[in-house]
Structure formats: structure tokens, C-alpha cells
């Protein structure tokens, strides 16, 4: 089967709106000659107070090749919760794809498997993408239980979730001690991961949902790591961290991906 490559830019808490619309127009204008069918599914995550600006910049141009993703939401529809945003609101933003589980959200915002299924959840249900983020910590790695921990953060993401909910979602995988390190994931040692997740996708669904399902690459990607993670037989695009935020780095991994 023939999954369609993903690059999407975490551009953290960086950008303030004009920052923002220069930043979208700046990746826009870079893929400009670009043929959209040729092109991977290109997403930017602004942080929240972004979201606006990027949107309408995207609506703007209407080249229709760059999509909009929250960093985060919360996973209840509306009420007392302060400082939250629900998917409805990301949606009504423009947002397609919301980030959830990022190891930063997981480490400093005390983010559980429990809470990132429930998002999960309300994602799919307002027709939205989850990009869930999974990943182990260099301790963990070097204990060996770097297998047990992904395969129990992917089983505890998805439960009670619906084979055709799970062939639409995106899983990042990014090992946390390559995250904004520099130090990049062997690429065969990210494959191999990978497919070890997809593995626990056909174990808990099936070889069809396991097929479908977007996997991808997370950990100081760069425009000249892009290729050979591409080249593997299971990783299928990237999640782009400090890479990100320049429209030249960006749009440089996303050609390294088509
Ligand atoms: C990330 O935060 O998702 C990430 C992968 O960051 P970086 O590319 O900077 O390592």
C-alpha cells in the first residue's frame, strides 16, 4: 500500500502573528512551482495565538498546499476550563490536524496516555487528525525498554478506538533525546521502531489499518537527514522541530520528501 508522505512544522511557542504570516507566506512562496499532487501533505503547527493569522495567510493564497495544526487541545467540548481550547474551536480556526502527546506536553504539562486517547477521541469525532506523539527518553533506551514503553503508549493512545479512525491518524515517533538535541535517530534504528509500532497496529486492529495508518519521524530532522529517513521501508514523513521555523529549511525537507 502507498501511504501518502506527511511533513508537519512544530514550531513550538515561537512566531508572534506577523512573525507567523511571514513565516506561512515565506513556505508558500518556496513551493510555489511546486506540482500540489507531487507534493507531501505539508502541515505548519503555530502556536495558538498564531492560528488566526496563519490561517488566513493559508486562505489567502489558496494554493491550497500547506495545512493548519494545533499544538494541542483539550479533550472536553466547552465549559469551566480555563486557558483550554477544544477541538471545535481549533476547527473553527482552520486547524485539520491537532499535535497531542508531545513529550513536551507529556514532561512539563504532565500529559498522560489517558488524556491523549481522550483527545484522540474528540479529535476523530469532530473529524479532525491526531498527530500522537510517542517517543522514549535516553534512560529508557539505554535500560532497553524502549519497545515495551512505545508499544504501551500506542496501546493506551488508541483504546476503544475504531479500525477506520485509526487508518486515518498520524503517529510521530520521536525518541525524546533526539528531540532539539541535533542528535538524530540512525535512520534504520527509526525504521525499525516504526515498524515496531505499526506491528502493535495490525496485533491490536488488522494488516489493513496497520497498512493505512501514517507514521512518522521525529528528532532534529533536517534538510540533509530528510532523504535517507525516506528512503526507509516505514517511515513515512516527518514531525520538524527547529527545522521548522525557517521557510528555506522547511520547504527543503519537504522536497527531500516528495
Ligand atoms: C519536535 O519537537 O517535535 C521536534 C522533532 O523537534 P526538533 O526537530 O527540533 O528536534
Given at each position: 500500500m502507498s501511504r501518502k508522505p506527511v511533513i508537519a512544522g512544530n514550531w513550538k511557542m515561537h512566531n508572534l502573528q506577523q512573525a507567523a504570516i511571514d513565516l506561512t507566506n515565506g513556505i508558500m512562496q518556496e513551493l510555489k512551482s511546486e506540482d500540489k499532487n507531487a507534493l507531501p501533505e505539508v502541515i505548519i503547527a503555530p502556536t495558538f495565538t498564531s492560528l488566526y493569522a496563519a490561517n488566513k495567510a493559508l486562505r489567502d493564497c489558496g494554493c491550497g498546499k500547506v495545512r493548519l495544526a494545533a499544538q494541542n487541545c483539550y479533550f472536553e467540548e466547552?465549559?469551566?476550563?480555563?486557558?483550554?481550547?477544544?477541538v471545535q474551536m481549533l476547527k473553527d480556526t482552520g486547524c485539520e490536524y491537532i499535535i497531542i502527546g508531545h513529550s513536551e506536553r507529556r514532561e512539563y504539562f504532565g500529559e498522560t496516555d489517558e488524556m491523549v486517547n481522550k483527545k484522540a477521541k474528540s479529535i476523530l469525532a469532530e473529524g479532525l487528525v491526531p498527530i500522537i506523539c510517542c517517543?522514549?527518553?535516553?534512560?529508557?533506551?539505554?535500560?532497553?525498554?524502549?519497545?515495551?514503553?512505545?508499544a504501551?503508549?500506542?496501546t493506551k493512545a488508541l483504546r476503544d478506538l475504531s479500525a477506520s479512525d485509526v487508518a486515518k491518524s498520524i503517529i510521530a515517533y520521536e525518541p525524546i533525546w533526539a528531540i532539539g538535541t541535533g542528535k538524530t535517530c540512525d535512520s534504520t534504528e527509526a525504521n525499525r521502531v516504526i515498524?515496531?509500532?505499526?506491528n502493535?497496529?495490525?496485533g491490536l486492529y488488522d494488516a489493513n489499518t496497520a497498512d493505512s495508518i501514517r507514521i512518522l519521524y521525529g528528532g532534529s530532522v533536517k534538510p540533509n537527514t530528510i532523504k535517507e529517513q525516506m528512503a526507509q521501508s516505514d517511515i513515512d514523513g516527518a514531525l520538524v522541530g527547529g527545522a521548522s521555523l525557517t521557510a528555506d529549511s522547511f520547504a527543503q525537507i519537504v522536497k527531500g520528501a516528495m
Amino acid at each position: 500500500m502507498s501511504r501518502k508522505p506527511v511533513i508537519a512544522g512544530n514550531w513550538k511557542m515561537h512566531n508572534l502573528q506577523q512573525a507567523a504570516i511571514d513565516l506561512t507566506n515565506g513556505i508558500m512562496q518556496e513551493l510555489k512551482s511546486e506540482d500540489k499532487n507531487a507534493l507531501p501533505e505539508v502541515i505548519i503547527a503555530p502556536t495558538f495565538t498564531s492560528l488566526y493569522a496563519a490561517n488566513k495567510a493559508l486562505r489567502d493564497c489558496g494554493c491550497g498546499k500547506v495545512r493548519l495544526a494545533a499544538q494541542n487541545c483539550y479533550f472536553e467540548e466547552k465549559g469551566a476550563f480555563t486557558g483550554e481550547c477544544s477541538v471545535q474551536m481549533l476547527k473553527d480556526t482552520g486547524c485539520e490536524y491537532i499535535i497531542i502527546g508531545h513529550s513536551e506536553r507529556r514532561e512539563y504539562f504532565g500529559e498522560t496516555d489517558e488524556m491523549v486517547n481522550k483527545k484522540a477521541k474528540s479529535i476523530l469525532a469532530e473529524g479532525l487528525v491526531p498527530i500522537i506523539c510517542c517517543g522514549e527518553s535516553l534512560a529508557q533506551r539505554e535500560a532497553g525498554v524502549t519497545d515495551y514503553h512505545i508499544a504501551s503508549q500506542i496501546t493506551k493512545a488508541l483504546r476503544d478506538l475504531s479500525a477506520s479512525d485509526v487508518a486515518k491518524s498520524i503517529i510521530a515517533y520521536e525518541p525524546i533525546w533526539a528531540i532539539g538535541t541535533g542528535k538524530t535517530c540512525d535512520s534504520t534504528e527509526a525504521n525499525r521502531v516504526i515498524a515496531m509500532i505499526r506491528n502493535v497496529v495490525k496485533g491490536l486492529y488488522d494488516a489493513n489499518t496497520a497498512d493505512s495508518i501514517r507514521i512518522l519521524y521525529g528528532g532534529s530532522v533536517k534538510p540533509n537527514t530528510i532523504k535517507e529517513q525516506m528512503a526507509q521501508s516505514d517511515i513515512d514523513g516527518a514531525l520538524v522541530g527547529g527545522a521548522s521555523l525557517t521557510a528555506d529549511s522547511f520547504a527543503q525537507i519537504v522536497k527531500g520528501a516528495m
